[in-house]
């Protein structure tokens, strides 16, 4: 006689119910795709202020057109001159890496401005298509080559890290050691008794302070550039007080109290020959 469905005396040929996972614990459970996933989506280091002034100085020469119009050109020169703009002809920056010198106006021009403004005086554009697509392959290998000497510089910094953990091995018993000693730019929590209180203290990691210190030094380099000259005025400055009487100078343009050319008395012609006769005479007489 078969057993009946639903007893505690059913078939030992039904397979017992397994429970399945709710959602969460398989949304929580992180699967070797998504561990894959999280190294090789490791974040960037931060730019360099090096690097950053080389992306802005792409992005303005790819950005700017190669033949502007006049309206384009007088818009762009009003922007260059309120903003980017400096007339302090090298004196008291830099003379400018890429274009020194304007081929229109023959305007100095500083390292305060970019390539790809107009010249601040007369807004003719600094670079032809030919100069502009050079400096855009000069930039991209400086950009290059500037990060890898960050990136060698970063390897540098992380191998004598690694040797000087290496000096001072951690407890191997202590709990989270390995933690500690393979996460170089992680700090430091210590637990101290100070009579009846707890005191934890925290300490960062060396490289964690030499990086701030680096940001803080580049920000006051930052702030350090002398701010830029601005163009000469349209018109001419001049005492405008009244002259006094003991002054030897004389205010040359026109209204009251203006120099003023005064012709001299015209001279007879008679008495003019005569005076040149006897000048000659007197010289005869002097020469024998």
């Known amino acids: 006689m078969p057993p009946r469905s639903g007893t505690a005396w059913t078939s030992d040929r039904i397979r ?33 202020t090096a690097v950053r002034k080389l992306d802005e100085l792409l992005a303005g020469l790819r950005s ?7 309206s384009q050109r007088f818009k762009d020169n009003r922007v260059s001159s309120a903003h980017d703009g400096c ?11 890429y274009t020194p010198l304007c081929a229109a106006c023959g305007l100095v021009l500083c ?7 107009p010249c601040p005086h007369c807004t003719a554009p600094l670079l032809d298509p030919a100069a502009r697509a050079a400096l855009l392959v000069q930039l991209e290998e400086q950009r290059t080559h500037t990060l ?39 700090g430091a929590r210590v637990l101290s008794l100070v009579g009846q209180r707890v005191v934890v203290e925290s ?16 920000e006051d380099a930052e702030d350090g550039v002398s701010p830029r000259v601005p163009p000469p005025p349209m018109e001419v400055e001049y005492m405008r007080v009244p002259r006094g ?19 001299p008395p015209p001279v007879p012609r008679g008495q003019s020959d005569r005076r040149g006769k006897g000048k000659g005479k007197a010289r005869d007489v002097a020469g024998s």
Not at 19 to 42: E, N, Y
Not at 88 to 96: D, M, V, Y
Request: net charge positive.
């Open 16 to 48: 017992p119910q397994t429970h399945k996972p709710s959602a969460h614990l398989v949304a929580q459970t992180p699967s070797k795709s998504d561990k894959g996933k999280g190294r090789a989506g490791t974040p960037e280091p931060p730019r360099s």
């Open 203 to 218: 300490y960062r990691a060396a490289s964690d302070m030499r990086s701030k210190e680096a940001a803080e030094r580049e």
């Open 64 to 70: 700017s057109s190669t033949e502007p119009t006049q």
């Open 87 to 97: 007339f302090c002809q090298a004196r008291t920056h830099a003379l400018s890496e």
């Open 245 to 263: 009487p003991a002054t030897r100078w004389v205010a040359s343009r026109d209204g009251e109290g203006a120099a003023k050319y005064v012709a």
């Open 148 to 186: 890898a000497e960050e990136a060698a510089a970063r390897a540098r910094a992380a191998e004598e890290l690694r040797m000087a953990e290496g000096a001072f091995p951690a407890l191997g018993g202590a709990p989270g050691a390995g933690a500690g000693a393979g996460g170089g730019g992680a």
């Open 111 to 117: 390292a305060l401005h970019p390539p790809h403004r």
